[in-house]
């Protein structure tokens, strides 16, 4: 007769409100982030006496709106990504270095 595995009868436990923000946090803080600057992109749009909702369909168009207009826009943005993560890369020994020094002088 094969044998259960330990806790296989047991009941699964409702996850209480900080586990279940601990497991959603890390993906929804970025989207909120995101939502915000599109909500403060629409207000400043709109404070200027334009369509909100014409400019965002314009700026989709334009990036997404055929392949040649995709192609365009990941030509035009490999700079900035890859000049980003130089300076995430040149950074990243600074952080460490600056730690090291920290707690060297605190071992002292």
């Known amino acids: 007769m094969a044998e259960i595995a330990?806790?296989?009868n047991e009941?699964?436990?409702a996850m209480?409100?900080?586990?279940?923000?601990a497991q959603i946090s890390p993906s929804l803080i970025p989207l909120l982030a995101v939502f915000t600057a599109l909500?403060?992109?629409?207000?400043?749009?709109?404070?200027?006496?334009?369509?909100?909702v014409a400019a965002y369909v314009g700026l989709w168009?334009?990036?997404?709106?055929s392949p040649s207009a995709f192609l365009e826009t990941v030509v035009r943005s490999?700079?900035?990504v890859?000049?980003?993560?130089?300076?995430?890369?040149?950074?990243?020994?600074?952080?460490?270095?600056?730690a090291l020094k920290g707690s060297s002088t605190l071992a002292r």
Not at 16 to 21: F, I, K, P, V, Y
Not at 82 to 98: E, F, M, T
């Open 82 to 98: 890859i000049c980003g993560l130089a300076v995430a890369l040149a950074l990243k020994p600074v952080c460490l270095i600056s």
């Open 16 to 21: 209480n409100a900080a586990a279940l923000w």
């Open 11 to 13: 009941p699964r436990r």
């Open 6 to 8: 330990k806790g296989e």
């Open 39 to 52: 909500l403060m992109g629409a207000l400043i749009i709109w404070g200027t006496g334009k369509d909100a």
């Open 61 to 65: 168009d334009g990036s997404f709106g």
């Open 78 to 80: 490999t700079p900035f």
